[in-house]
């Protein structure tokens, strides 16, 4: 009888644990879990603050004593692994104060991550700072709210959790500032579609501040001040900076680690040493476009590998091939996901990099409650490959992303997006999806059809002597423009091409990059000199306002 040890259990451990009863009823299966719930729902976490989950109890998704049942798996809480000895298979276990020790044939480490907890000063004084990774950590936040009648929250970090509580704690009746790093919010995503997320924040009511850290707590915390010297008043204050893997076990034991100090695993997520495996937040992954190592901190990827590292224990061939770090958050009524690397990253590695944004509807515009939904798309215009691709809306989404993710995992090029076949009704998308419409708008760049330039080209463009052409209608025009332009509405522009000179570049604009493709490609076969401005003065005027002018 083989006896496997588990150490950590949520996502990637009980993965691990129950797919192991499935395909080995004789093994003897131990978990050991440290804290007080073995398997819950972090994600879930934040949604409780504002009550939109309203139960506690459907945080738990399981029992120690439902798993007993029903799976025949001996689930510890409260049962600290303080050492291990890969020589002897044993491991020391803390419990009720005391310590014993217990063998293993195959051991899996799945401890997940820890919030990662920058050097504030002061920080150790703050009675109203915490971090919120785990059910604990939700139960002394909602204690101190009701405890001191929060109405001030400060989010240090504007990552997928920090939105997540700003929105929760906005929904509780907390006046809520965002304190971000970054240049922009959602780092994750580029800086133009982060932009999207950041009007929806300020619209409702939270006070951003970007560019900056928190270097100081005064007052027990409930004085924040930024490295600029402003002070902010908090009677919370929420650290979500990021996390970092949860080594110290391993690392004692001589586990190999690498890249932010993860744990390095092989392609059966075996370690170093003999017969101990690893999954989860903690471990090292391979990007599967980047090619390079990363940590991927996402409860997919962690079931996913829990899963595959009991079919190996239990002798199936299966192969940790990486990730690609697919994720979504909501934000009020706004989506915004990301998949595959973002723009900046993909210069930094230095690929020849092209991008593309289209905007649509979330299904048939006719139909009632149509919204819009803006993509992006990362791409290789030589080879067709898909680098990225990040996604906003308020509908939607989530399908959009999850399609491209799904053609990045195979290995679809956007020659093949076109060729997608989705469903398709009136009440649930378009004939010509979102996804395959950027498709073939990628597809026109790397044929030559339509040569674009970005948001963030326009104002050295213009430098030059080139000259912008709005195409859209005076009423559109008169609503926001930019400072200096030249106007023929797109229905005019053939009976006014003698208006334009063809020494003259010109940068084509309209509202969303339709109709500046359509003029595009009548100004081209006219001989004119011509580039469009990709995702046009509604991407502009998101991530560039205040250079918006208005009649």
Sequence with gaps: MTKVVIVGGVAGGMSAATRLRRLMEDAEIIVFEKGPFVSFANCGLPYYVSGEISDRDQLLVQTPERLQARFNLDVRPFHEVTAIDATNQTVTVRHDGKEFVETYDKLILSPGAKPFVPPIENIERATNVFNLRNVPDLDEIMAHIDLVQSKEAVIVGAGFIGLEMAENLVKKGLNVTIVEKAPHVLPALDEE???????????????????????????????????????????????????????????????????????????????????????????????????????????????????????????????????????????????????????????????????????????????????????????????????????????????????????????????????????????????????????????????????????????????????????????????????DFVHIPLDNLRSRLNELDKSNTYIVSCHSGLRSYIAERLLQQEGFKVKNLDGAYSLYNAVRPKEIFHD
Aim: zero cysteines; aromatic letters at 6%.
């Design 193 to 483: 579609m982060a932009a999207f997320v950041l009007q929806t924040l300020e619209a409702n009511g939270i006070k951003v501040i970007t560019s900056q850290s928190v270097v100081r707590f005064e007052e027990e915390g409930k004085s924040v001040v930024l490295e600029n010297g402003d002070n902010l008043s908090s009677d919370l204050t929420i650290l979500s900076v990021g996390i970092q893997p949860e080594t110290t076990l391993a690392k004692e034991a001589g586990v190999t680690l690498g890249f932010r100090g993860g744990i390095v695993v092989d392609d059966h997520y075996e370690t170093n040493l003999k017969n101990i495996y690893a999954v989860g937040d903690a471990i090292v992954v391979n990007h599967q476009i980047s090619q390079e190592d990363a940590l991927v901190s996402l409860a997919s990827p962690a079931n996913r590998q829990g899963r595959q590292v009991a079919d190996v224990i239990a002798g199936l061939k299966r192969e940790n091939k990486g990730s690609i770090g697919t994720a979504i958050v909501r934000v009020f009524d706004l989506s915004a996901a990301t998949t595959g690397l973002s723009e900046r990253i993909a210069r930094n590695l230095g690929y020849d990099v092209s991008v593309v944004h289209t905007s649509g509807k979330d299904h048939a515009s006719y139909y009632p409650g149509a919204t819009d939904i803006t993509l992006k798309l990362i791409f290789n215009a030589k080879t067709g490959q898909i680098y990225g691709a990040q996604g906003i809306g308020q509908k939607g989404v989530d399908k959009r992303i999850d399609v491209l993710a799904t053609a990045i995992k195979g290995n679809l090029t956007i020659f093949d997006l076109p060729e997608l076949e989705l469903t398709y009704a009136p009440p649930f998308g378009s004939a010509k999806d979102p996804v395959n419409m950027i498709g073939y708008a990628a597809i026109n760049i790397a044929e030559g059809l339509s040569q674009n330039i970005q948001w963030h080209e326009l104002a050295d463009e213009l430098a030059k002597g080139t000259k912008l052409l709005d195409v859209r209608t005076t009423p559109e025009v008169k609503r926001g423009h930019f400072k």
